[in-house]
């Protein structure tokens, strides 16, 4: 029975670490956002390719129970930027873990 993860992982746009040799005066400020914004989608998205590697899905911790958060092993638990998250397997996955990982990736859509 496959179910239907969304995926909470955004590509990364263009990347901007050449932006400052092409525009020289643009503001340093706006070069650090954008690469902290492309350094945290990519590093989400590795961290998604080593979860479909090993058979298990990026869940974000604030999409779980403070319980189940620490029934998880320590293993499986990547901070990346402010934000926790863990590698879980599919089987593991409640209907309410996956509703929220749904609302969790529109918003996070939406954000972005």
Partial sequence: M????????????????????????????????KLQKYY???????LDQV?????????????LHWRKRLELPLEFRFQVGKEVFFLMRVE????????????YAEKNRERH
Avoid: M
Avoid at 40 to 46: A, C, F, G, K, P
Avoid at 51 to 63: E, K, Q
Avoid at 92 to 103: H, N, R
């Fill in 51 to 63: 979860a479909r590697a090993t058979g298990r899905c990026v869940v974000p911790s604030c999409c």
């Fill in 2 to 33: 496959e179910k239907n993860i969304p995926s909470v992982v955004q590509k990364p746009s263009d990347d901007p670490r050449t932006l400052l040799y092409f525009t020289p005066s643009i503001n340093p400020i706006v070069i650090a956002k």
């Fill in 92 to 103: 593991e996955l409640t209907p309410g873990i996956i509703e929220k990982l749904q609302e």
């Fill in 40 to 46: 945290h989608s990519r590093t989400l998205e590795i």
